[in-house]
C-alpha cells in the first residue's frame, strides 16, 4: 500500500503513529482493450506499474466516448516511474529522485525529452513523491520529503523543450505530507492531515514567481458531539472557491466514533477557510480508511475512495454533500481521476483493478469492459481530450 494510504489505515484501524512510503508497482491489460475504435477518443489514461521487480513502465489507453479502453500504440512504455501528473502537451513522472519529462503525442504515445534531478535541492535527504499542477500548468509541484518533514518543490515548465527549472521550496512540515488541491482563482491549494492525531486543515498560496508559500490560516474543525474530535485527511476543491475534505470522528481514546463523514469549506479572497459542517449534517461514507478524494470537473460529483471501495457523492458548495450512489466498487480503491465526459477512472493496488465508471448526476453505471485486470498498478493520470 501506498504511503498515503498505510497513514489512513493505521489512524483509524492501528492507531499508528507514523507515515511510511511503500512503492507500488506493474501492469498487464487483458486483450478486450487491444481492439482499436475509429473514433477519436475523449481522453488518454496513463498507468505506471511495475511488471517485475525493478522494472517499470506506463501503460497507455485511449478512452472512447462511451468508457471502453483501447491501448495506444507501442504501449506500454518503459519509465522508472511511480507517481505522475500532466498539462496537456508533457506528462511527468517521478521515482522519487528525478523527475521526468515525456512529450504527449496525438494518438496518446510518450517520449521522454528530459529530466532533472529534483533530490539534489533538498540536499540529498529524501525526494519527490506526488506531483501536481496549477491549474495553467505552467508550474509543477511536487510533495517532497526534507529529512523527515514534508514541503512542497516548485519548477517552472519549458513549454518548448519539457525542461524543468527548480524554483523552490515552501515551508516544511510533518503535516504536509499529499498533494495540494487548488482552488478556481489557482491562488490558493488546500490539503489536511491528522499526523500524530494533531488535527490540521492548511493553506498555501501561490506566489508572482510560482513558488508556494505557507497561510497563516486555523480553520475550525466541524463540530463534533461533546466529546469527540474530527481528523480531516485530504482535500479537493470545485471549480470555484469551495473545498471538501473527509472526515473521521474520534471519541477521546482516539477510537472512531461513526462513520466517515465529507465537510465542505468555502475559501474567501484572503484564502482563509469557513465551514458550517457539523456531525448532524455532514453525510457518512461506507468507503471507511479514505485513500483518495476527486472532484468532477463540473463540481458537482464528489468522488471518494478507501479501503471498502469507492463511492460518489452530490457536491452542493457551501452546502451540506449529499448522498449519491453506494459502493461503486467493494475492493480498496487508491487513486481516481475524472475525464471531461462523465467518466471516472480508479485503480487498486492490492485488486490489481482498473475501473472505469460513467457518471452523472443523475445516472451511473460501469463502462463496457471494467473492471480492467492490470498487475499491481501504482498510479493513474487522465488527459481529457474534450
Same mark, same amino acid.
Given at each position: 500500500?501506498?504511503?498515503?494510504?498505510?497513514?489512513?489505515?493505521?489512524?483509524?484501524?492501528?492507531?499508528?503513529?507514523?507515515? !511510511?512510503?511503500?512503492?507500488?508497482?506493474?501492469?498487464?491489460?487483458?486483450?478486450?482493450?487491444?481492439?482499436?475504435?475509429?473514433?477519436?477518443?475523449?481522453?488518454?489514461?496513463?498507468?505506471?506499474?511495475?511488471?517485475?521487480?525493478?522494472?517499470?513502465?506506463?501503460?497507455?489507453?485511449?478512452? !472512447?466516448?462511451?468508457?471502453?479502453?483501447?491501448?495506444?500504440?507501442?504501449?506500454?512504455?518503459?519509465?522508472?516511474?511511480?507517481?505522475?501528473?500532466?498539462?496537456?502537451?508533457?506528462?511527468?513522472?517521478?521515482?522519487?529522485?528525478?523527475?521526468?519529462?515525456?512529450?504527449?503525442?496525438?494518438?496518446?504515445?510518450?517520449?521522454?525529452?528530459?529530466?532533472?534531478?529534483?533530490?539534489?535541492?533538498?540536499?540529498?535527504?529524501?525526494?519527490?513523491?506526488?506531483?501536481?499542477?496549477?491549474?495553467? @500548468?505552467? /508550474? =509543477?509541484?511536487?510533495?517532497? %520529503?526534507?529529512?523527515?518533514?514534508?514541503?512542497?518543490?516548485?519548477?517552472?515548465?519549458?513549454?518548448?523543450? @519539457?525542461?524543468?527549472?527548480? =524554483?523552490?521550496?515552501?515551508?516544511?512540515?510533518?503535516?504536509?505530507?499529499?498533494?495540494?488541491?487548488?482552488?478556481?482563482?489557482?491562488?490558493?491549494?488546500?490539503?489536511?492531515?491528522?499526523?500524530?492525531?494533531?488535527?490540521?486543515?492548511?493553506?498555501?498560496?501561490?506566489? %508572482?514567481?510560482?513558488?508556494?508559500?505557507?497561510?497563516?490560516?486555523?480553520?475550525?474543525?466541524?463540530?463534533?458531539?461533546?466529546?469527540?474530535?474530527?481528523?480531516?485527511?485530504?482535500?479537493?476543491?470545485?471549480?470555484?472557491?469551495?473545498?471538501?475534505?473527509?472526515?473521521?470522528?474520534?471519541?477521546?481514546?482516539?477510537?472512531?466514533?461513526?462513520?466517515?463523514?465529507?465537510?465542505?469549506?468555502?475559501?474567501?479572497?484572503? @484564502?482563509?477557510?469557513?465551514?458550517?459542517?457539523?456531525?448532524?449534517?455532514?453525510?457518512?461514507? !461506507?468507503?471507511?480508511?479514505?485513500?483518495?478524494?476527486?472532484? %468532477?470537473?463540473?463540481?458537482?460529483?464528489?468522488?471518494?475512495?478507501?479501503?471498502?471501495?469507492?463511492?460518489?457523492?452530490?457536491?452542493? @458548495?457551501?452546502?451540506?454533500?449529499?448522498?449519491?450512489?453506494?459502493?461503486? !466498487?467493494?475492493?480498496?480503491?487508491?487513486?481516481?481521476?475524472?475525464?471531461?465526459?462523465?467518466?471516472?477512472?480508479?485503480?487498486?493496488?492490492?485488486?490489481?483493478?482498473?475501473?472505469?465508471?460513467?457518471?452523472? &448526476? /443523475?445516472?451511473?453505471?460501469?463502462?463496457?469492459?471494467? &473492471?480492467?485486470?492490470?498487475?499491481?498498478?501504482?498510479?493513474?493520470?487522465?488527459?481529457?481530450?474534450?
Amino acid at each position: 500500500m501506498t504511503r498515503h494510504i498505510q497513514f489512513v489505515v493505521c489512524l483509524i484501524a492501528t492507531l499508528c503513529t507514523e507515515v !511510511a512510503f511503500a512503492q507500488v508497482t506493474s501492469t498487464q491489460i487483458g486483450a478486450s482493450v487491444q481492439a482499436r475504435t475509429s473514433s477519436s477518443p475523449v481522453a488518454f489514461v496513463y498507468v505506471s506499474s511495475s511488471p517485475s521487480n525493478n522494472k517499470y513502465e506506463i501503460n497507455a489507453f485511449a478512452a !472512447a466516448s462511451n468508457g471502453k479502453l483501447n491501448r495506444v500504440r507501442r504501449s506500454p512504455f518503459s519509465a522508472d516511474v511511480r507517481n505522475m501528473a500532466l498539462n496537456g502537451k508533457y506528462l511527468f513522472g517521478t521515482n522519487g529522485i528525478y523527475i521526468f519529462s515525456f512529450s504527449i503525442a496525438s494518438d496518446g504515445a510518450l517520449k521522454k525529452v528530459a529530466s532533472i534531478n529534483a533530490q539534489q535541492f533538498n540536499g540529498g535527504c529524501g525526494g519527490p513523491y506526488a506531483l501536481f499542477l496549477d491549474h495553467t @500548468g505552467a /508550474t =509543477l509541484y511536487d510533495e517532497d %520529503s526534507d529529512c523527515g518533514n514534508f514541503g512542497y518543490q516548485s519548477f517552472s515548465i519549458d513549454s518548448s523543450t @519539457g525542461n524543468l527549472s527548480y =524554483l523552490g521550496l515552501s515551508d516544511t512540515s510533518t503535516e504536509y505530507n499529499m498533494p495540494l488541491s487548488f482552488v478556481g482563482n489557482n491562488v490558493y491549494a488546500y490539503g489536511s492531515s491528522c499526523y500524530h492525531f494533531t488535527p490540521s486543515i492548511f493553506g498555501f498560496v501561490r506566489n %508572482s514567481d510560482e513558488t508556494l508559500r505557507h497561510l497563516n490560516i486555523n480553520p475550525p474543525l466541524p463540530v463534533a458531539k461533546q466529546g469527540d474530535f474530527y481528523c480531516p485527511y485530504l482535500a479537493a476543491a470545485d471549480p470555484t472557491n469551495h473545498v471538501a475534505i473527509p472526515v473521521q470522528q474520534l471519541n477521546g481514546q482516539w477510537q472512531p466514533d461513526g462513520p466517515p463523514q465529507l465537510a465542505t469549506y468555502t475559501a474567501d479572497g484572503s @484564502g482563509n477557510l469557513t465551514t458550517k459542517s457539523t456531525f448532524s449534517n455532514m453525510p457518512g461514507t !461506507a468507503v471507511q480508511g479514505f485513500t483518495d478524494v476527486s472532484m %468532477s470537473p463540473s463540481g458537482k460529483l464528489l468522488a471518494v475512495a478507501g479501503t471498502a471501495g469507492l463511492q460518489v457523492f452530490h457536491f452542493n @458548495g457551501s452546502n451540506p454533500i449529499k448522498h449519491y450512489t453506494g459502493l461503486l !466498487a467493494k475492493n480498496q480503491v487508491d487513486q481516481m481521476f475524472w475525464d471531461n465526459d462523465n467518466h471516472l477512472y480508479a485503480i487498486s493496488h492490492d485488486n490489481n483493478k482498473l475501473f472505469v465508471f460513467t457518471i452523472t &448526476p /443523475t445516472t451511473f453505471s460501469q463502462a463496457p469492459g471494467s &473492471p480492467y485486470t492490470i498487475t499491481n498498478p501504482q498510479n493513474i493520470i487522465v488527459l481529457p481530450k474534450t
